[in-house]
């Protein structure tokens, strides 16, 4: 009885708070956003507000209209295209290969892979640096896309082996009566059948490449094999103080990274908990 | 015997002895073929760099041509005397303490708010608080650093001066005594998310009729939280307590951008803006390597003996 009176005072109390925190969260974004459609001048007087001199589109259109934007958005996609379709076919071969069959030294060689998660890039990345110039891959996609499939092997395989130990042996017994192959069990029956596991490591995987500035920033001396990140800091330090142009190329970057995350957030999720939580 | 040496076709036995080595053949080019790919990345990539490090770290090498000069641990001593090198280490674990004492907490109330219990739009803060996570820390660092920026006109000065009268705009980021505080709440915007996703998790495996029958046998809401919900979440507190170690201590991006390359004036250097500052933007490859080294050895010893001592019951369970 007591804890019924005390509900909706206990209510305002929580929603206030989760409302407040959501304000904090969106607050710079929303700005940011907003900021990219006014002058520069209105963006650094008040930071919210709607564009009383009618809407900049020119902020976009310097951007948009610029071939490195264009270029460092298509490299980014190679480095995230190669980095992910790598992770996923070397990740899910060696899953299997640790999850469903047995042979000697196959403790030792998991064991020796899981040492990975014991190092993420940025610790290593002074080796990596010098292994990748060591390789002559300065200035290669190789020296990006190799090195970050590397470090993401690890985490992948785990992912993907808990998902495969999860198949029952009965079905792979079945489809080798059958007359199916290892090879032919692995890509006609497991892989299909691990479709969520592979999406959740291939979203985390994305949003790793996508965003990855470390690693370019070293192996890429040359600009035009930039990716976004690195564009965006290149953009940032030749326009300095013209914010509204800065908040112009963050939008450009931040909508379609969230507009990914409302389509791919049970994948992320399912990803990171090792399938634990429930869309 | 005469008989057995002109015989063409061979014994069941025979038959079957080819058969097995013929089967055992294929396994092996099976499971060579699988694992040799992704093992040979992982071996060129990952583990002969990290044991090439300590090779390098005994000479002096600005990376032309193959290391010569040896110097013993000259590299080290002159690493751990530098400092600028005991500054970040400090913010680094400065950094991990906030992280444990302030951010964890803040996330595990968020989850047993959010993920427990009735509330509307559950889902709809459960999106908007791990949005920040999707960001590249590129783009966090550069709209956090115009929050911030010196200028009246900037967010969270603006916010400020429209709440506090006769309030005098701050520079939040060159206070050399307080930046790695501002770091630190940036940090926690971008991550907090993450963590709290990882509770959510773990309180979906906890049943609740456990913390019911709590209730029905008189227990407060402090009780059932203290001794049945929290124990029964230990597992996964104890993974978050390592991501979040191990994430403090790899910061880079972030720090690099949002501090202006560690400013003002190195104090909010961390061990990776150190090493990228000192080491490789320098080509001092032999005493980034000791950086690196010792980088390795403080990850190392954490992970090896926080998983040996505290989490080494939760792979038993499993």
Same mark, same amino acid.
């Given at each position: 009885m007591l804890s019924q009176q005390r509900q909706p005072v206990q209510n305002v109390f929580k929603y206030g708070f989760l409302i407040a925190l959501c304000l904090v969260i969106m607050g710079p974004v929303v700005t940011a956003v907003l900021g990219s459609i006014r002058t520069n001048g209105e963006f650094m007087t008040t /930071?919210?507000?709607? /564009?009383r001199q009618g809407i900049q589109w020119q902020n976009y259109g310097d951007i948009l209209g610029s071939r490195s934007f264009w270029n460092s958005l298509f490299n980014s996609i190679i480095i995230t295209a190669g980095v992910t379709g790598l992770n996923i076919a070397l990740g899910s071969m060696l899953a299997f290969v640790f999850s469903r069959i047995s042979f000697r030294g196959r403790g030792l060689l998991f064991n020796i892979l899981m040492i990975g998660l014991l190092f993420p890039l940025v610790v290593a990345i002074l080796p990596i640096f010098i292994q990748v110039r060591q390789l002559n891959l300065i200035n290669s996609m190789f020296g990006v896309i190799l090195p970050l499939v590397a470090f993401g092997l690890p985490g992948s395989v785990i992912i993907l082996r808990n998902f495969f130990i999860s198949i029952p042996g009965e079905l792979e017994d079945a489809s080798y009566i059958d007359g199916c192959s290892t090879f032919g069990f692995f890509r006609h029956i497991l892989m299909p059948m691990a479709r969520p596991a592979l999406l959740a490591v291939a979203t985390l995987q994305v949003i790793a490449s996508w965003n990855e500035y470390f690693l370019p920033l070293l192996v890429f001396t040359d600009p035009a094999l930039w990716p976004l990140p690195l564009g965006i800091m290149q953009f940032q330090g030749q326009y300095g103080t013209d914010y509204a142009r800065i908040m112009a190329y963050v939008t450009l970057l931040i909508i379609p990274a969230v507009v990914f995350y409302l389509f791919a957030e049970k994948y992320i999720v399912t990803g990171l908990t090792g399938g634990e939580l429930k869309g | 015997m005469s008989i057995s040496r002109f015989r063409v076709l061979s014994t069941p036995y025979e038959q079957a002895q080819t058969d097995r080595r013929r089967r055992q053949w294929d396994k092996a080019l099976f499971v060579a073929l699988f694992t040799l790919p992704g093992m040979s990345l992982f071996f060129l990539f990952v583990l002969i760099p990290i044991m090439q490090s300590a090779y390098f770290s005994l000479y002096d090498w600005n990376g032309f041509g193959p290391p010569t000069k040896f110097i013993e641990f000259d590299n080290y001593t002159r690493l751990l005397n530098h400092s600028i090198f005991q500054t970040a280490l400090v913010n680094s674990f400065t950094l991990m303490i906030l992280s444990l004492t302030i951010q964890l907490p803040l996330a595990l109330s968020l989850a047993l708010l959010v993920g427990r219990g009735k509330l509307h739009g559950k889902k709809f803060f459960r999106t908007v608080l791990f949005v920040p996570y999707v960001f590249s820390e590129v783009i966090t660092a550069i709209i956090w650093r115009y929050v911030l920026s010196p200028n009246e006109g900037a967010l969270l000065n603006a916010l400020l001066g429209a709440v506090i009268p006769n309030f005098q705009p701050v520079g939040w980021l060159a206070d050399r005594h307080t930046v790695i505080y501002v770091l630190f709440a940036v940090l926690t915007w971008k991550y907090f998310g993450f963590h709290m996703i990882l509770y959510m998790a773990g309180l979906q495996g906890i049943p609740a009729d456990l913390e019911d029958a709590a209730r029905v046998d008189g227990g407060t809401e402090w009780q059932v939280l203290r001794f049945i919900t929290l124990p029964l979440l230990g597992s996964t507190i104890r993974l978050t307590v390592f991501l979040s170690v191990l994430g403090s201590f790899q910061q880079f991006v972030l720090a690099w951008v949002l501090t202006n390359e560690g400013g003002p004036v190195n104090a909010s250097q961390l061990i990776a803006t150190y090493l990228y500052k000192f080491g490789i933007t320098q080509l001092k490859l032999g005493y980034g390597s000791a950086v690196a080294v010792v980088f390795f050895a403080i990850t190392l010893v954490f992970s090896l003996g926080y998983q040996r001592m505290i989490m080494r019951r939760d792979y038993a369970a499993n």
């Open positions: /930071p919210f507000g709607l /564009p | -």
